[in-house]
């Protein structure tokens, strides 16, 4: 939501938490704390990034940045040193407690946690306006949501075909349709085997996904051991050779890039139909 921008005015829009985010100016150093987050400052206003996370890498500009803060938490010293105008970040339970304490030293902090590449979109556009580029981020969006309306338009006739995605081995666990991950299958036509699950990630048993029976097993690690679902010939997945990597940072980041990373799965998905017909 866009509350107030133009250049005799502070600017003001809501965060993803719902917070009000101010600034006098448009924001000109800019501290990032995820990866997506660094990559929708750097698609807008590459040149305003003065620090970013230790797991930011694209795009590869930013390798020489500072390192200020990692998926846990942010070295706050290390932040208020770069004298950001605007902090971004994806916050969790524990980066919740860094930024609380750079809100405290009247850092304006902006959360970032998009659903999917619609509110990728939608993030653009409220950071274009505190970058002072609304026109370019607007532009920018505007192009996200055609592929990603374009790329849903095309598979949504096409017929279903159940996936499981191994997020990791052991523990085993999964995603729901809370994380932009697991709505992605539908996006594909694909049915997620876990979307009702209450939690985002859930922890789940074998005996579990060998009752909800995938047809396609999808593994975000590309070092799976698949020779543990192989001991399952019955298994369709198994069974029809469907046992794929999906090691690809864009579908598991909520940025610019996410919707080429929905393409790649959409492709997976396609080619494990094919058996089928």
């Known amino acids: 939501m866009l509350l107030a921008a133009n250049a005799h005015a502070a600017i003001e829009v809501r965060d993803d938490d719902g917070r009000r985010v101010r600034l006098p100016q448009p924001a000109r150093k800019v501290v990032t704390l995820a990866p997506s987050t660094t990559e929708l400052v750097a698609a807008i206003a590459p040149r305003s990034l003065v620090g970013v996370d230790s797991a930011s890498d694209f795009p590869g500009e930013v ?76 532009r920018q969006a505007d192009v996200l949501q055609r592929r990603y309306a374009a790329l849903k338009a095309e598979h949504a006739g096409r017929s279903t075909l159940k996936v499981f995605v191994q ?50 097993i999808v593994s975000t690690s590309a070092k799976a051991d698949w020779q543990a679902w192989r001991r399952y010939p019955a298994l369709p997945a198994v069974r029809r050779g469907q046992l794929k990597p999906l090691d690809d940072d864009r579908l598991l980041r909520p940025g610019p890039r996410l919707v080429d990373g929905v393409a790649t799965l959409c492709g997976l998905i396609d080619a494990a139909r094919r058996p089928r017909k």
């Open 167 to 216: 997020i990791s081995e052991n523990p085993l666990m999964t995603v729901s349709d809370r994380d932009f991950l697991g709505k992605a299958i539908g996006d594909c036509g694909g049915i997620n085997v876990f979307a009702d699950a209450v939690a985002p990630y859930p922890l789940v048993g074998v005996e579990a996904v060998l009752a909800k029976a995938p047809e396609l």
């Open 63 to 138: 390798a020489g940045l500072p390192k200020v803060g990692r998926y846990d938490g942010a070295n706050v010293e290390a932040v208020m040193a770069l004298k950001p105008d605007l902090v971004v970040a994806w916050s969790g339970e524990a980066m919740a407690r860094s930024l609380d304490r750079l809100r405290a030293q009247g850092i304006a902090v902006f959360v970032s946690r998009p659903g999917n590449p619609d509110e990728v979109a939608d993030n653009l556009r409220r950071l274009g306006v505190l970058l002072g580029r609304p026109e370019q981020a607007q």
